[in-house]
């Protein structure tokens, strides 16, 4: 069973920085994308960066400029540094890793880790 685990979330002001890490249980080529999601509450869940198993990466224009997605292949984990963090970053910030396979995908999520940002 593949298990992916986020750490890193917790309190700060805003213009404050955070780094979030998601540990896979197997190495991170195996998955096609591994991704952060977030969901602030009463909305729906939200693509903030992923990163593809050959390195292209994708952001949320909401956060271009101040957050970025890496991975350190060695570790089996995938991080994202927050910078100029604002109140609207508020969220439940998920991990997830996905696999396809012919017309279909396997998705893995974390537990989700809580960032909230003051003003």
């Known amino acids: 069973q593949v298990q992916v685990v986020e750490s890193g979330g917790g309190l700060v002001q805003a213009g404050g920085s955070l780094r979030l890490s998601c540990a896979a249980s197997?190495?991170?080529?195996?998955?096609?994308?591994m991704g952060w999601y977030r969901q602030a509450p009463g909305k729906q869940r939200e693509l903030v960066a992923a990163?593809?198993?050959?390195?292209?990466?994708n952001y949320a224009d909401s956060v271009k400029g101040r957050f970025t997605i890496s991975r350190d292949n060695a570790k089996n984990t995938v991080y994202l540094q927050m910078n100029s963090l604002k109140p609207e970053d508020t969220a439940v910030y998920y991990c997830?890793?996905?696999?396809?396979?012919?017309?279909?995908?396997?998705?893995?999520w974390g537990q989700g880790t809580q960032v909230t940002v003051s003003s």
């Open positions: 990163i593809t198993s050959g390195g292209i990466r």
């Open positions: 197997r190495s991170i080529f195996s998955f096609n994308a």
């Open positions: 997830n890793a996905v696999f396809f396979r012919g017309g279909s995908r396997d998705d893995y």
